[in-house]
């Protein structure tokens, strides 16, 4: 509605006998004021009646803003009016909506132009002349061949006085704006900024509550889907066999799926061929079928690797009838999503069939099924490799404790051996007596390698420090191996550079020497050479180490196997060779906590170890045994 701004003299009065009374001729200033006042308040008051009738209407936040620019630019009879909304996050006044002639939109910063002026003292302003005034930008006017005059901005501030927007109205179309147009602009900026705020709330609340729907429905998703996970993990969990596995998918994929019937396609490693496994409404127990390549439903979802989701089976013209008749009902509607092997080979294939709602099956469908297959890929993946591994393990495992044995074995036999023929040929009884204490001793040596052997197997630790003279450590080390290695013509050298004690378990530190002295001898068994022993102390890390190399003069280590050397079973194609030695090497010496490294060339190898020495305090003194981590499966592709 259009509001005057004449002057309008106050309407007369009847008196008691219904005569009417003439105006007073003329008004003091005082009447006049209060009726000036009056007008204005009446002009304001209809103004705001209008506006929270029109903002009554709607809820639509670019509706208000339309409303609420709408009314103020009839009111103040401006030429056109802007309202901008406040972007905190980047500190910007942007133009929300122009009333008037249509312009660009505009973006201020605050503290920029009229209106930015406005936004950042949060009090109104007046301009008559815009031109004059140092705040005011010509850009919008040059742009646009518009002509600015006055201006009148308001801030618009929310329930608890923050600066939201600011209005901003041009040129009034009779005059200037005066101090009752800033006034009037004042109050309805107000009433719109309450608006704007309350419709800006109701809108958040409106995103709050659907966002709240829509997590609502995504958590009871999820729930739904860790409720099947777990189903599905504790049957598969309590699978012994394949057989029991498909059970246990199928029942929870029927159940989750709400299908009449289900299925697992799975093609057998060995064979290639295809079985087909289905459990049913019908029938009490899961029944087996061969299935050809691509047929059926399922078999086309595992050939060609695709979901495949019909509600009209039968016209469908991958079903086959033959199929059907078979499994002894009919495929109404079908879903069926591939299994994938390790390397995203087609293993299988899994399906549900007939949903018994008659609707067919859905995107929900599809993910549940989706999810099942992936749960359900692992899980046969996993059962395979256990079988093959059980398999394996029986196969393998009585040859791995043999080897371990005889490989054991070779030393003292080999020592005993050459006493037992020295024993034939001695007449010296005193003589004959020291060769059966040599042999005695070699028998310890084969318990006590036995029952490394057995540790070693088993992922345990047992060492026992002691207190060790290194000269008769060595020169027992000299009894043992120099009569083997003189008679295939290996020289024997020990360079004892420190003739003082070590600390070490002796028994397995010579077991380490047999070991190494073996490997060298199996080397230069050919053409001869020479076997040397350095022994002397050296500072590493953390103190006083001793240094042990053992060197030969073969032909080196093969490179094909230098980078595990170390490793069960690694062996470079000697005859009779197990491949253990250095595996139980490098054992010991980790048990020690030492370390142990190797320098091959073609003139020979040398092995050398470090062993830490802690002060020699006492006598003996063991590591507790603890249970440690057992070996790795054994690398067996070498000798």
Same mark, same amino acid.
């Given at each position: 509605m259009s509001i005057s701004r004449a002057r309008r003299t106050p309407a007369g /009065?009847?008196?008691?006998?219904?005569?009417?009374?003439?105006?007073?001729?003329?008004?003091?200033?005082?009447?006049?004021?209060?009726?000036a006042a009056l007008e204005k308040e009446r002009r304001i008051g209809a103004v705001l009646r209008e506006v929270g009738v029109a903002l009554g209407t709607t809820l639509d936040l670019d509706k208000v803003l339309e409303l609420v620019l709408g009314k103020i630019t009839e009111a103040l009879e401006a030429d056109r009016a802007t309202l901008y909304l406040l972007d905190e996050t980047r500190g910007e006044l942007v133009s929300r909506i122009v009333h008037g002639e249509e312009v660009r939109s505009i973006q201020l910063r605050v503290g920029e132009g009229i209106a930015g002026a406005v936004a950042k003292s949060g009090k109104p302003l007046h301009v008559k002349d815009a031109y004059k005034d140092p705040r005011f930008s010509r850009e919008w006017d040059e742009l646009s061949g518009y002509r600015t005059r006055g201006i009148l901005a308001a801030p618009l501030k929310n329930h608890i006085g923050t600066t939201i927007g600011v209005i901003q109205v041009l040129n009034k179309r009779h005059g200037d704006f005066d101090a009752d147009d800033a006034e009037l602009l004042a109050a309805l900026s107000t009433h719109a900024a309450v608006s704007i705020d309350k419709t800006r709330l109701f809108v958040a609340t409106l995103q709050k509550n659907h966002q709240l729907l829509e997590t609502k429905g995504a958590l009871e998703r999820r729930v739904r889907d860790l409720r099947l996970l777990f189903s599905l993990e504790s049957a598969m969990a /309590?699978?012994?066999?394949?057989?029991?596995?498909?059970?246990?998918?199928?029942?929870?994929a029927m159940r989750a799926g709400e299908a009449r019937a289900a299925a697992v396609a799975l093609r057998d490693r060995a064979t290639r061929l295809i079985s087909v496994f289905i459990v049913d409404d019908k029938h009490k127990r899961m029944r087996r079928f061969p299935l050809a390549e691509g047929q059926g439903l399922i078999g086309a979802s595992m050939r060609d690797k695709v979901v495949v989701q019909?509600?009209?089976?039968?016209?469908?013209?991958?079903?086959?009838?033959a199929l059907d008749r078979q499994t002894g009902f009919e495929c109404l509607n079908a879903l069926a999503v591939p299994l994938e092997g390790e390397e995203g080979e087609s293993i299988g294939a899994i399906a549900l069939y007939n949903k018994r709602s008659r609707s067919g099956f859905g995107s929900d469908d599809l993910e549940l099924v989706q999810l099942i297959a992936a749960n359900a890929s692992t899980a046969i993946r996993l059962q395979e490799a256990r079988i093959a591994r059980e398999h394996e393990d029986r196969l393998t495992t009585i040859g791995r404790l043999l080897s371990g044995v005889i490989h054991d074995f070779k030393t003292p036999l080999t020592v005993i051996s050459g006493y037992v023929q020295l024993m034939q040929s001695e007449s010296s009884p005193a003589r004959r007596e020291a060769y059966a204490r040599s042999v005695l001793k070699q028998f310890d040596h084969i318990s006590a390698m036995q029952r490394e052997v057995l540790e070693f197997a088993r992922g345990e630790r047992s060492i026992l420090l002691s207190r060790v003279l290194l000269p008769t450590f060595f020169e027992d080390v000299r009894?043992?191996?120099?009569?083997?290695?003189? /008679?295939l013509g290996i020289s024997f050298v020990i360079n004892l550079r420190d003739h003082g004690a070590a600390r070490f378990d002796a028994d397995k530190m010579l077991r380490v020497v047999n070991?190494?002295?073996?490997?060298?001898?199996?080397?230069?068994?050919?053409?001869?050479?020479?076997?040397?022993i350095d022994v002397g102390r050296v500072k590493g890390r953390a103190g006083d180490e001793l240094a042990l190399?053992?060197?030969?003069t073969g032909p080196g280590i093969p490179r094909e196997i230098e980078h595990r050397l170390f490793q069960s079973f690694v062996t470079s194609g000697k005859q009779g060779g197990t491949g253990l030695g250095l595996a139980i090497v490098k054992k010991i010496v980790d048990d020690h906590g030492g370390q142990v490294s190797v320098r091959s060339t073609?003139?020979?190898?040398?092995?050398?170890?470090?062993?830490?020495?802690?002060?020699?305090?006492?006598?003996r003194s063991s590591v507790p045994r603890r249970k440690a981590a057992r070996p790795a499966t054994p690398d067996r592709r070498g000798r």
């Open positions: /009065r009847s008196s008691g006998g219904g005569v009417a009374l003439a105006a007073p001729a003329s008004k003091t200033p005082r009447e006049i004021e209060l009726e /309590r699978a012994a066999t394949i057989e029991e596995l498909f059970i246990a998918v199928l029942g929870e019909t509600s009209e089976a039968p016209r469908d013209p991958r079903t086959d009838a009894a043992q191996l120099e009569p083997q290695l003189s /008679r070991n190494l002295a073996r490997n060298a001898q199996e080397a230069m068994a050919a053409r001869g050479g020479v076997f040397t190399c053992f060197s030969d073609k003139a020979g190898a040398t092995f050398e170890i470090r062993l830490p020495q802690p002060e020699l305090g006492g006598t």
